[in-house]
């Protein structure tokens, strides 16, 4: 269980805040116990959301900066997805819609990174033809960047538009 005042990451919402914890009754439900959370990369939209204790599967601790700095130094070496095509057009954009769902839901950021690698090696090959990533691609891109840029940049305590050139950094020190 975790305690007001906690930093914890959704799943959906990234790194949030745990600002209160309340009984609450929703429409159509039973009175129950609620994290009220405010997602620290808000933008100033004043977004809250509660999520139910006894259901708090899609909350985990953030990363220690210990673990984020072995990731990070683990990138160079992490090897892209590698989906095999079927011949089957269809077919192929429904394998790689499931595998980066999987990816992005799992709520792990070293699948965050993966996914990034293998739409990074997959934009390179496509501009090379003079094409580009759909539109879900490029979405799956942006939403895995927002959850793991903003994890790393809650834990390491920098402005989440630092990470990239933190990561950038840390991988040529090395």
Not at 51 to 61: F, K, S, T
Not at 64 to 76: G, K, N, S, T, W
Request: proline share 5%.
């Amino acid at each position: 269980m975790f305690a007001v005042g906690d930093k914890v990451v959704h799943y959906d919402y990234g790194m949030c805040k745990i600002i209160n914890i309340s009984r609450r009754r929703f429409p159509g439900q039973d009175e129950r116990s609620y994290y009220e959370m405010v997602p620290l990369a808000d933008d100033g939209f004043g977004t809250t959301f509660f999520i139910d204790l006894e259901h708090d599967g899609r909350l985990r601790p953030p990363m220690e900066r210990d673990q984020i700095l072995e990731m990070i130094d683990a990138m160079p070496s992490m090897e892209p997805l590698e989906i095999k095509p079927t011949g089957n057009r269809v077919l192929d954009q429904e394998n790689v819609k499931t595998a980066y769902n999987s990816l992005m839901r799992s709520g792990n950021p070293k699948d965050w990174v993966l996914l990034l690698r293998t739409i990074y090696r997959k934009g390179k090959q496509l501009s090379a033809q003079k094409k580009r990533i759909s539109e879900f691609e490029s979405h799956a891109r942006d939403s895995s960047e927002k959850l793991l840029y903003g994890e790393i940049a809650g834990v390491m305590d920098i402005p989440v538009r630092s990470v990239e050139s933190f990561i950038t950094r840390r991988i040529e020190e090395k």
